[in-house]
């Protein structure tokens, strides 16, 4: 099941169990929503990642003085190590959430960058003009879109004629864990119609290189990297996050809003995830899709 093909799913609605029907190219009926929200859970989480692990992959891209744009920036950690690969070039971060800018914003003033600003902004409706950057790069936003090929094309319009772009994003799908943990199943199927509910794609990853072919760009590289979290220290703080993600951020709030899942239930998933970080034997592993491009 994918995003293009017609799809059709149950929603709880005042009680009431109503069908709706999801057709290619048509926005459903649900508004532009980010899956987990901004809880502390999740933006603490986030600024953790690094450009020199979760960009990897595009860092041998840059070059000094290309001016960069990162969409979906969050808490600006990974914007802020891109920064420094371009500089003195400038860095734009932007994203959806006047929060996380300034939570951003907060992160940069603590770090040795010189030509680095965070904006709140709309990717299908930027806010630069056409073919004002080098480098554009999105980590882990295209999941959670409505229109993933129209935020790229946007992408690519905004792109000098020699421009790069790049973008990481997972694919719940491919996720595996041990020990066996039905709750933490149960979080899965929830994700997952969670996701389609919101009007996002939780298998991304496999479906970048068609996004991208259809946006127009050429010479496409793509590579795959997983993340994991195999030792203890890593499993319990992983099942943390989740665990507090389930009862406190967007993902419970509108688990709840659409009926899809009950408080009890939500109680039953958390106790499970911090059950299974707790296990001497904790492994979970799931892929991501990484793509660098071209625009002509």
């Known amino acids: 099941m994918n995003r293009y093909d017609a799809l059709s799913f149950e929603c709880r609605e005042d009680f009431r169990v109503r069908r709706f029907q999801y057709w290619p190219h048509v926005m459903s009926f649900c508004h532009e929503i980010y899956q987990h929200g901004h809880h ?153 119609q969670l996701a389609r509910l919101n009007g996002g794609e939780p298998n991304a990853g496999r479906f970048l290189p068609l996004w991208f072919d259809q946006a127009g760009f050429v010479g496409a590289r793509v590579t795959t990297s997983t993340g994991s979290y195999t030792d203890p220290i890593a499993t319990r703080e992983w099942a943390d996050s989740f665990a507090d993600r389930t009862l406190q951020s967007n993902i419970a709030e509108k688990s709840l809003e659409y009926g899809i899942a009950t408080r009890a239930e939500l109680e039953t998933i958390a106790e499970s995830w911090r059950a299974w970080g707790r296990h001497p034997n904790a492994f979970f592993c799931f892929s991501h899709t990484e793509m660098v491009a071209s625009k002509r």
């Open 40 to 192: 502390a859970s999740v933006v603490n989480n986030h600024a953790k990642r690094k450009a020199e692990v979760e960009a990897a992959f595009f860092l041998p891209f840059l070059k000094s003085g290309m001016r960069l744009l990162d969409v979906g920036c969050g808490p600006g950690s990974i914007t802020i190590g891109l920064s420094s690969r371009v500089e003195p070039g400038e860095t734009v971060g932007i994203d959806a959430s006047e929060s996380v800018i300034e939570t951003a914003r907060s992160l940069a003033n603590t770090q040795p960058v010189h030509h680095l600003r965070f904006e709140v902004g709309n990717i299908y409706e930027p806010q630069f003009p056409a073919e004002s950057f080098d480098a554009v790069f999105a980590h882990q936003v295209l999941q959670h879109l409505n229109r993933p090929v129209d935020a790229l094309r946007q992408f690519r319009s905004l792109l000098r004629s020699d421009g790069v772009v790049g973008a990481r994003d997972v694919d719940w799908g491919s996720t595996t864990f041990y020990p066996e943990n039905q709750g933490m199943r149960r979080f899965l199927a929830l994700y997952d």
